[in-house]
């Protein structure tokens, strides 16, 4: 069985874990378990219908007219939102509910929908992602089952590599870049999504794949001489150390410009060796393909 903290409710829908408690003092749609020490955890069910909840809010609605709602009601307001971010957001939520229920054909057919009508370049950034980032800390937190972790990641990696076959532009920049993820880093999604970037921006890829001892990146790019070497860093090892894997950098190719971008270049403080250089959003990523 799912079961939620208030910060989890908080994380994934962007509702303050105070706003949260006097909602269930006022109203009706929110009746969460205690456990044996008093804290609050909430259903699969509670989150969905807090996840419907803030987005109708968002929108216009108040919450005293939302709690007068049967579960239906709520369900087709949502679906009549026109704002194109409201169905962003929606389409979201609908992931996550997805995955919550383990109903993994439906998080496909969602998906595989988005990217018929937008395309696999928009699905990354405006659905992806934020899917991803939302759910990001129930991973961290093991409140969900690693089961559903792996399903849906698969899933979006599946699209990622499809993504990227079905790409034919000619290379037309006449550069080469080095991708691949150093040891101690298995998540791909944030690599491969660049990899489709560089890729249908005519920039020829050398794809190395995860956990990359720098000795084989070293060899490779020695041989290959790309034009730079790409890297995305999502959740390595607890036993990883980004000072020392910079340093290693910077010794061993130092002749080479190496880009890093993901969520431990956000708050890197050191210095950065001078053939080393950090994008730290998805936003800076795409200004440097852009540069290119």
Known sequence: MNAFT?????????????????????????????????IRYYSGDELKTVLNIALLNKYGFKISHIDKMSTAEMREKTLSLNQTQAQIERMVNELISCMVDMKIEEFEMLLDGYIK???????????????????????LTNHINPAQEHLVTNIIRQKLIMGIENCHVPLV???????FLPEGEHHELGVLFTYYLFKSRGIKVIYLGSNVPLKD????????????LYSHLTSVAHNFNFE?????????IPEFQVIVSGALTQNYKKRIPNNVSFKKSLTEV???????
């Not at 696999?120 to 939302?134: A, G, N, S």
């Not at 920049?173 to 991708?179: D, E, H, I, R, Y």
């Open 6 to 38: 208030i910060k989890d409710l908080e994380n994934l829908s962007g509702i303050k874990a105070h706003t949260i408690r006097i909602w269930e003092q006022r109203y009706t749609f929110l009746n969460p378990q205690r456990t044996e020490t008093n």
């Open 117 to 139: 009508s937008k395309g696999i370049e928009k699905t990354i950034p405006q659905i992806i992602f934020p899917f991803l980032e939302r759910i990001g800390i129930l991973w």
């Open 173 to 179: 920049q006449k550069k080469t870049v080095l991708v």
């Open 217 to 228: 990146v070293e060899y490779v790019a020695t041989l290959k001489k790309p034009d730079f």
């Open 244 to 252: 020392k894997f910079l340093i290693n950098v910077q010794n061993r």
């Open 286 to 292: 795409m200004e440097y393909m852009s540069s290119l």
